[in-house]
T-cell receptor, first 117, second 115 residues
Framework: DAMVIQNPRYQVTQFGKPVTLSCSQTLNHNVMYWYQQKSSQAPKLLFHYYDKDFNNEADTPDNFQSRRPNTSFCFLDIRSPGLGDAAMYLC????????????????FGPGTRLTVL | AQKVTQAQTEISVVEKEDVTLDCVYETRDTTYYLFWYKQPPSGELVFLIRRNSFDEQNEISGRYSWNFQKSTSSFNFTITASQVVDSAVYFCALGGGTSYGKLTFGQGTILTVHP
């Protein structure tokens, strides 16, 4: 089945130790998103890639970076995690405009729960 | 700016009761899309429905139904004969007017269905 995969499902890191979260998709979608979701809150968009074009949300801290080496993979790098970065990180994908199909239905992965000690 | 408001933070019902989750949205876009997602305890956001701004027909899918009222900017979600497996957080979301699918989420409604 086509899907969005996130690894690992659970990640524990130490305060200030860089960490990378991984997302892959078999849907061949143009757009990939990273969301941060803290407990009892709505998902908050950090940034997205439209093909190779990177789009950062205005309020995303510089501590968060992303890479998309190819269509299938996208990585979230947290350079110096703080206690406040503990959260669920959700990856999502959607088709691009002009594909002839609804472009903004997002398909989500299962998430990576990050704990910062 | 876009905004989505889900009036109920938490709802608790007993199995087989009907339950309605409210969603009100604000947007200046003339073309937009509304969504409902379910987030079970496992954490994954599961897509339930998409409705575009041109289509005000209500929709029914099994025990789920959605009522889109453009005049009141509402997109409410009803579960008929609720079941314990319906227990989850439900998010209403709004998208549109951009070249990609950025969504604005409501704060979510925690639904607990007791046996």
């Amino acid at each position: 089945d086509a899907m969005v995969i996130q690894n690992p499902r659970y990640q524990v890191t130490q305060f200030g130790k860089p960490v990378t979260l991984s997302c892959s998709q078999t849907l061949n979608h143009n757009v990939m998103y990273w969301y941060q979701q803290k407990s009892s809150q709505a998902p908050k968009l950090l940034f997205h890639y439209y093909d190779k074009d990177f789009n950062n949300e205005a309020d995303t801290p510089d501590n968060f970076q992303s890479r998309r080496p190819n269509t299938s993979f996208c990585f979230l790098d947290i350079r110096s995690p703080g206690l406040g970065d503990a959260a669920m990180y959700l990856c999502a994908t959607s088709r691009g405009r002009g594909t002839g199909r609804p472009y903004n239905e997002q398909f989500f992965g299962p998430g990576t729960r990050l704990t910062v000690l | 700016a876009q905004k989505v408001t889900q009036a109920q933070t938490e709802i608790s019902v007993v199995e087989k009761e009907d339950v309605t989750l409210d969603c009100v949205y604000e947007t200046r876009d003339t073309t937009y899309y509304l969504f409902w997602y379910k987030q079970p305890p496992s954490g994954e956001l599961v897509f339930l429905i998409r409705r575009n701004s041109f289509d005000e027909q209500n929709e029914i899918s099994g025990r789920y139904s959605w009522n889109f009222q453009k005049s009141t900017s509402s997109f409410n979600f009803t579960i008929t004969a609720s079941q314990v497996v319906d227990s989850a957080v439900y998010f209403c979301a709004l998208g549109g007017g951009t070249s990609y699918g950025k969504l604005t989420f409501g704060q979510g409604t925690i639904l607990t269905v007791h046996p």
